[in-house]
């Protein structure tokens, strides 16, 4: 795990190092990190999203079906919500933060392609109440790819698709070594 700045260096946290930045490969908006792991095609997504109304789990199951719908998901589930405590969760932000776990499955097809790949999406929302604001922090590890999709040719296959288990303690890692440096970058 590397120490990654974000945001222009106003927040930090911990990725694997085999993650590159996608904005070195494409256009990304301003309110998102994406990293890319070449290897597993597993991308990793820090987004800053104004705070939705819904309260507790509901915020939780909203962001994860904003992102189904986003990706144009055939179908999804959720699997697992989880309220974690923001003292053991991710030590370094406000005692106020609110912090959920999603685990949940996606059928996508990328590019408008009819091959559907099934995608594992875990998900960490965390409400910084201070700023108002949700940052998404997600997590998706394609697990069953098509024969016909695209991503098909990117497979690497010396190297399977990680454990769910393996991808669900890296989430809690990037949460647990999340640190705001600059609350200027949320208008304060």
């Not at 992102?67 to 999804?76: D, G, H, L, P, W």
């Not at 005692?95 to 099934?118: C, S």
């Given at each position: ?18 993650y590159v930045d996608a ?13 890319l792991d070449m290897n ?149």
């Open positions: 795990m590397n120490k990654q700045g974000l945001f222009g260096g106003a927040i930090y946290t911990t990725i694997k190092s085999s904005s070195d490969l494409r256009q990304i908006p301003d309110n998102q990190e994406v990293f597993t095609q597993q991308s990793l997504i820090i987004e800053l999203l104004e705070k939705v109304e819904h309260l507790n789990e509901d915020c939780a199951k909203f962001h994860f079906e904003q992102i189904a719908e986003q990706n144009n998901a055939t179908s999804y589930s959720i699997k697992s919500i989880e309220h974690a405590s923001v003292d053991v969760a991710a030590p370094k932000l406000p005692l106020d933060t609110t912090i959920y776990f999603v685990r949940g499955i996606q059928n996508v097809a990328k590019f408008n392609e009819e091959a559907v790949n099934h995608v594992e999406l875990v998900m960490a929302v965390v409400r910084l109440e201070k700023v108002e604001t949700d940052l998404i922090i997600s997590l998706n590890a394609p697990i069953q790819v098509a024969p016909t999709s695209s991503e098909m040719k990117d497979v690497n296959l010396v190297e399977p698709a990680a454990p769910i288990a393996r991808i669900v303690d890296e989430i809690k890692l990037v949460v647990q070594g999340l640190e705001i440096h600059d609350w200027g970058l949320f208008g304060v």
